[in-house]
């Protein structure tokens, strides 16, 4: 037994009408501190005890005037359950030993004259039995305890948990709406934006947005994320909004015509085209492409002279594709596509990453708008269910009570189709939608 147990102390009745039968019981345990002794000269004294202490074993004797033995343990069984009784008795006496065992629930019984050794061994195995009894429900009620302890905790935290995950999930729901409308916002920027430098440059019209879409085609053709083209088409869409800070006499001349001065004025634009978006946190990647939209392969370009694969792979993009449209675009004279590609193709290698033509080849037809007034390209009039993403709107297009729907020169996309559509059935007009398609 652990020391701590050893010093608990244990309460044990005697009940005997015989005061020296109760003495020489006493003196039995006298030496043992553990033991504290109660003695009782009848069973009603016996009860009385029984009331206000807790009594680990009950010794009693059987035969006794007023209450017998059988009848005062089942009593006492009735105050103090978990106490063990034990009926002492004589050898003619059995049958009532039998029936305290019955009635009163007594442990054992024991034979008058008993044997000193025998009793005591027996009064302590039952004081073990008394503490295993006590310890065990000490245990059930700590382990109910604990149970009902965890039940509750468990419920709490059911209804916690519960409770955030509808809190959590109402704030996704508006952080996610409030994310698309940012991201929404931030395209219609975008397109606000780079129609800025359209706005001023004619011959541009649409560059912008063709670029966007070609580089677009390419990014997806090479598998990139979609973060990675969403990255790419955001550069293409502004790649030359630097040139809003170039003068109109630089803006309007060709390249190959500028003087050093203007070459200069002119060089500066992906520069400046990074500063500008800059501020905006989420178009700062788009920057990084931006600035070296000109550089070459060989590394003859500007702004950094960067070469091969240490020009960002967006901008090699963009600068194939935007080769491409400034080959096809801006009226007469300029190049039908095929004639554009083989063009974009000897420079492969000097000017653009070889690597990309097969794509922009690819993705040429499917995503160039038309060249207004070029050699591959006829006026047709088109139902509204027969509109087209990328096709260039060659005349204006109004209600049928004379309201402006779309402008002439005007690149359709998913949102103004709609738009149109709904415009047409509310209001329909009288002089048809008529757009740019190509011939061949
Ligand atoms: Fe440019
Ligand atoms: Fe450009």
Do not use: C
Not at 381 to 394: N, Q
């Amino acid at each position: 037994m652990p020391d701590k147990q050893k010093k608990e102390i244990f309460n044990i009745l005697f009940v005997d009408d015989e005061e020296n039968v109760l003495r020489s019981l006493k003196r039995l345990f006298i030496d043992d501190s553990n033991i504290e002794v109660f003695t009782a000269l009848s069973g009603k004294a016996g009860l009385e005890i029984l009331k206000n202490n807790d009594i680990a074993v009950i010794v009693s004797d059987q035969r006794m005037p007023e209450m017998s033995g059988a009848q005062f343990l089942e009593k006492a069984k009735r105050l103090q359950p978990d106490s063990v009784r034990i009926v002492l008795t004589g050898y003619a006496d059995v049958n009532a030993a039998m029936d305290a065992i019955n009635k009163g629930g007594a442990f054992k019984y024991i034979t008058k004259p008993w044997d000193d050794n025998d009793l005591m061994l027996s009064v302590l195995n039952s004081i073990e039995t008394y503490r295993l009894k006590k310890e065990n429900r000490r245990l059930s009620e700590l382990t109910k305890k604990q149970n009902e302890e965890l039940k509750k905790w468990n419920t709490e935290l059911e209804f916690y948990v519960q409770q955030h995950t509808v809190e959590l999930t109402k704030q996704n729901k508006e952080l996610n709406t409030l994310n698309e409308k940012l991201k929404t916002n931030l395209k219609e920027f975008i397109t606000a934006f780079s129609n800025l430098i359209e706005l001023r440059d004619k011959t541009v019209r649409s560059h912008s947005n063709t670029v966007a879409a070609l580089s677009e085609g390419i990014a997806e053709k090479l598998g990139l994320s979609k973060s990675e083209v969403d990255a790419i088409t955001t550069a293409a869409q502004l790649h030359d909004i630097g040139k809003i800070g170039i003068p109109d006499i630089v803006l309007f001349k060709n390249t190959d015509e500028l003087t050093p001065d203007e070459m200069e004025e002119y060089t500066k634009h992906p520069v400046r085209g990074q500063a500008a978006v800059d501020p905006v946190e989420e178009l700062r990647e788009a920057g990084m492409l931006i600035r070296s939209h000109h550089e070459w392969h060989d590394g003859n370009g500007f702004p950094d002279r960067l070469s091969g694969n240490k020009i960002p792979l967006g901008s090699r993009i963009i600068a194939i594709a935007d080769k491409l449209d400034r080959l096809t675009s801006g009226g007469a004279g300029k190049l039908s596509i095929e004639s554009a590609l083989n063009v974009v193709k000897s420079l492969s290698g000097i000017q653009f990453d070889p690597e990309l033509y097969g794509m922009l080849h690819e993705v040429a037809r499917e995503k160039i708008t038309i060249n207004v007034g070029a050699a591959d390209a006829m006026e047709v009039e088109l139902r509204p269910k027969d509109l087209m993403p990328g096709l260039i709107v060659s005349r204006d297009v109004m209600t049928g009570t004379g309201l402006l729907l779309l402008r002439k020169g005007m690149t359709l996309n998913e949102r103004n189709i709609e738009t149109m559509k709904r415009g047409y059935h509310i209001d329909p007009s009288k002089s048809g939608i008529f757009v740019w398609k190509r011939i061949k």
